[in-house]
């Protein structure tokens, strides 16, 4: 699980079943020495362990377990002690460190054998140091000012191959200050000699007293660079700050993760606040380039709002309307600068993972604080487990029963690549308390924990791996398996490979994993006096699959290789093949020329090859010659000790004629035919056979009726006569004609109909039967008639062109003003290219029209004619215009006030002098104006003027108005 991307299988698992006899409190912890075996502190009441070889009986208490590569149980210890076990570590010479801690006066029995020790401190913390054969040192004792806290509890082997702890004591909420309470956590470092070198303790204060307690401040999690600047993360649970830096504010009472650089000597460099209700973070992981990695859950997410981080660019700026978890893995920089946010919310099923990529958590299974595993050599691997819903997620199903447990691997960089495995963890009840541990083997991880009713330890989605355990008395089992990296294999390949005159050989095969560029490929010659001529390029073409051998020069040789594929891991299959070149032999010459050999029965003829050795007959034998007295074809090749094969030789027909044994009579079909067919007899005896209608030869083509036997003449004397075979001719019908009722070019949406001339057994081109049929797409119709299995000829082909229909559309409804409008019909169709006729007689696509009444067009393509109709409605606005100005002066030119429109039904013009007055009125249209009344002519001058008319619309009465002024000139 380090460094390779590729799948895992089970390696070996074991079982510790609870029942009546015996009760397992718990598997409490597991850890990998730097051989990759498990150690395992299992909390037993007199029960048993399932190994892979049989039974292994447990005492009452806390016992260690080693297990093997196999999945055997190397030893088992029995520790008694009133103290509380915190955690093991396993240093690179494989020795383990047990830590326990209690109160000062701590008891301690292995297997019986008693360790005491005492301290005048109010705590203390126990170390066990264990060798690989199972052996314990004498303990070692370290005190403390109180009783550890049971929360979080740090234990790592420092860069100096010293010890490191982190932890909280209790009794550290003191009420010292009048209205400030305190909080302390302890980072202690020791050397090899368990002598304290360095130590640190971080404080927390609030004055909220009502929120306060031992839980509202923790770090749980540390890590040591390569340059031996520390990494702490934690939590508080407080609204005031804490001696971590005083710029680690905390919001509304709500849990705030902690990450807090420290140098070597334990000086802060910076401190960054994960901001958000329930915020945690997990123990963090250095990367390669000093980079450090941890996951971190927000828990309860609030609409509108986004989690921050204090110190840091916002890179939670993003707000979203979720509720639920959301869960990053979170990368800083060695500044404390954030590299990269990437979500994991949902990461069961979720394939584009990237922090922006928030994803709907509403009646979900909440997603498990994970476990960063991470190795220098690979990627980060996210390890989860998590309960699913009745809820469909990218086409995948999470029974709300079911629970799952997987791999999520993502790059150094922070992006997501992909989902390793998911574990189906049972249908009803499971608990939630599996582990999982690295293993310095490459690719190799243990899984440990307890499940109820359903186990399947298949790692693959698709169920092709399934290996399920059941518990059936709902007390629950306890389990260990192991998973290792998949050992690449080597298929498709021939074991033998055999090339004649040939200057380059390829021999191609496949390997099993994935990432064929990620494999290292290797060649062992068995023959090195061969590999090291200069006439000899050996290759590797992994892209390709092949391996290419290049030799120049006439030798023949042979040689075997091995072929290895080995994975990142060091992991590696063989194929073992063998290779031989040489050169094609002379192909041998027979003695006997001719090609054929005729001899009577009991007699023999040798055949002879022109080469002494190497060959190879084809009945078989390896002999120079071979005596022959079985009828058949005789040839022979050579084939070299390099495995080339000659090509064959002429070949010998061997004739044995045999008067004793009656000829049979086979045939290569039926010998009912019909008229025009023909059928070929064969005859069981070979050689001087004579048929009954004189025809010589093994075979007779058979075209007419009769009764045909064979029988063998030679020198040998005349044989026996065949069984009789009778061969009977039927008629076939005549060829049928087709008539066609209708056009065979049509529109679609008709049909025709195609008649037979025969009555009965007509089979057409579409399959149907009977006489007449109706056809109505494009196609070639034909037919034959069959009468006792004979079948006519096809009759001539029947050609139907269907055209195909098309829409047309024209607006139902227009509207002119009768005789002073023209409008333009246009209609659309989806025809291509149609004719077009409308119904005045117009054939071109649009056409125009002054005049109320119903219009259609016609339009045609092909066979398939459609007709729209539209209906010119009047509608005629009424519009007045009015001169500016007029001149009575009887020139012929505008001598009058004259308005001109149309669309009236209704008309007043109103003439007024200078104040008011009316001077002129009337209701006729075709009545002007002269510029005088019963008074006399008016002079020149401005005269305001009223319109009052109207119009129908919609045959609706509607009024208008217009007024201006006419200027008169004299």
Not at 194 to 212: D, G, L, P
Not at 338 to 354: H, I, P, T
Not at 801 to 806: C, E, G, I, K, R
Request: glycine share 8%; charged share 20%.
């Amino acid at each position: 699980m380090n460094q390779s991307s590729k799948g895992q299988s089970l390696n070996w698992y074991n079982v510790a079943p609870t029942d009546n006899l015996g009760t397992v409190s718990n598997f409490i912890d597991g850890e990998s020495d730097i051989n990759g075996d498990f150690y395992l502190i299992v909390d037993y009441k007199d029960g048993s362990y399932f190994d892979s070889k049989g039974t292994v009986s447990l005492g009452e208490g806390l016992n260690l377990l080693k297990i093997n590569s196999k999945g055997e149980v190397v030893f088992s210890k029995l520790i008694s002690t009133r103290m509380t076990y915190r955690t093991m570590r396993f240093n690179s010479e494989g020795s383990g460190y047990l830590v326990f801690t209690g109160e000062g006066n701590p008891f301690l029995s292995i297997d019986g054998q008693v360790f005491s020790g005492t301290t005048e401190s109010a705590g203390a913390i126990l170390i066990l140091k264990i060798n690989s054969q199972g052996d314990f040192l004498e303990p070692t004792v370290l005190s403390t000012e109180g009783k550890v806290y049971e929360g979080f509890f740090q234990f790592h082997l420092t860069n100096e191959n010293g010890f490191a702890f982190l932890y909280g004591v209790e009794g550290n909420v003191v009420d010292d200050l009048e209205d400030e309470l305190y909080l302390r956590e302890n980072l202690v470092f020791y050397d090899s000699n368990w002598q304290k070198v360095k130590e640190k303790s971080f404080s927390a204060h609030t004055q909220n007293r009502a929120n306060f307690g031992v839980r509202s401040f923790l770090l749980h999690g540390l890590a040591q660079a390569p340059s031996g600047d520390i990494y702490l993360t934690g939590y508080a649970n407080l609204n005031e700050t804490t001696s971590l830096s005083t710029n680690l504010n905390f919001k509304n009472n709500r849990s705030n993760g902690i990450l807090v650089k420290l140098d070597s000597n334990l000086d802060i460099v910076w401190s960054r606040s994960l901001a958000y209700y329930q915020a945690d973070a997990s123990n963090p992981v250095v990367l390669p380039d000093g980079k450090v990695a941890f996951q971190t859950s927000f828990h309860e997410y609030v609409e509108g709002e986004s989690p921050e981080i204090i110190g840091a660019e916002d890179v939670f700026s993003r707000g979203a309307d979720l509720e639920g978890y959301l869960t990053h893995l979170i990368i800083f920089n060695e500044d404390g600068d954030v590299e990269r946010a990437s979500s994991m919310d949902r990461v069961l099923v979720e394939r584009q993972m990237d922090f922006d990529k928030y994803l709907d958590l509403n009646g979900m299974g909440n997603l498990t604080m994970p476990v960063l595993i991470f190795s220098s050599d690979g990627p980060i691997n996210v390890a989860y487990s998590d309960s699913g819903s009745d809820q469909i997620y990218e086409e995948e199903t999470f029974n709300r029963n079911q629970q799952y447990f997987g791999f999520l691997e993502f790059l150094v960089t922070g992006d997501y690549s992909q989902r390793r495995i998911v574990k189906r963890r049972g249908n009803t009840r499971v608990e939630m308390n599996m582990g999982v541990v690295n293993s310095p083997i490459c690719g190799s991880y243990f899984i440990y924990g307890q499940f109820f009713n359903t186990l399947d330890l298949g790692n693959s989605e698709d169920g092709s791996d399934e290996l399920v355990l059941t518990n059936t008395d709902g007390t629950g089992d306890y389990f260990v398996a192991n998973y290792q990296n998949e050992i690449p294999r080597i298929f498709d390949y021939e074991e033998e490979y055999i090339s004649c005159d040939q200057e380059r050989i390829e021999i191609p095969f496949k390997v099993s994993d994935e990432d064929v560029n990620s494999l290292e490929y290797n060649i062992d010659i068995s023959d090195n006096t061969f590999l090291k001529s200069s006439n000899v390029r050996l290759s590797i073409h992994e892209d390709i699959g092949k391996v290419i051998i290049e030799y120049v020069g006439p030798q023949d040789w042979q040689t075997d290789i091995t072929l290895r594929v080995t994975d990142l891991c060091g992991f590696f299959s063989e194929a073992k093949i063998f290779v031989s070149r040489g050169s094609t032999p002379e192909t041998p010459k027979l003695n006997i020329s001719d090609g054929v050999v005729e001899i009577c029965e009991g007699d023999s003829v040798e055949l002879i090859s022109s080469i002494d050795s190497n060959n190879i007959w084809s009945n078989g034998e390896n002999s120079k010659s071979i005596i022959v007295t079985e009828p058949g074809e005789y040839w022979v090749k050579q084939v070299s000790p390099s495995g080339c094969e000659s090509e064959n030789s002429d070949t010998v027909r061997v004739i044995v004629f045999q008067p004793t044994v009656q000829p049979i009579i086979t045939s290569s079909a039926s010998t009912t035919l019909c008229f025009g067919e023909s059928v070929t007899l064969y005859s069981s005896l070979k050689g001087g056979m004579l048929w009954s209608n004189g025809k010589q030869g093994d075979s007779l083509v058979v075209e007419e009726a009769g009764i045909y036997n064979v029988v063998q003449v030679s020198e040998c004397g005349e044989g026996i006569v065949s069984e009789n075979v009778e061969v009977v001719i039927k008629p076939v019908p005549d060829k049928p004609v087709v008539s066609v009722i209708g056009s065979t070019v049509i529109c679609e949406g008709e049909q025709i109909v195609l008649r037979s001339s025969q009555a009965t057994g007509n089979l057409w081109s579409n399959g149907m039967t009977d006489r007449e049929i109706t056809v109505s797409k494009t196609g070639k119709y034909w037919l034959n008639v069959v009468s006792d299995g004979c079948i006519s000829q096809t009759s001539d082909t029947v050609n139907l062109q269907v055209d195909p229909q098309f829409e047309l559309s024209l607006v139902d409804t227009r509207t002119l003003c009768d005789g002073f409008d023209t409008i333009v019909l246009i209609p659309e169709s989806t025809a291509q290219s149609p004719s077009f006729t409308w119904s005045t007689g117009e054939t071109s696509k649009e056409i125009y029209v002054n005049q109320v009444g119903e219009y259609w067009v016609e339009v045609s393509k092909g066979e398939c004619t459609n007709r729209a109709f539209v209906q010119v409605l009047n509608e005629c606005k009424p519009v007045v215009s009015v001169p500016n100005a007029f001149s009575p002066n009887g020139d012929g030119i505008n001598d009058t006030f004259e308005i001109m429109a149309r669309g009236l039904y209704s008309y007043e013009l109103y003439i007024f002098d200078k104040w008011g007055g009316q001077i002129f009125y009337t209701k006729d249209f075709n009545e002007v104006w002269d510029g005088s009344n019963s008074s006399g002519e008016w002079p020149s001058g401005q005269y305001p003027y009223k319109i009052v008319y109207s119009g129908l619309i919609d045959n609706k009465q509607v009024l208008y108005s217009k007024k201006g002024t006419i200027k008169l000139v004299r």
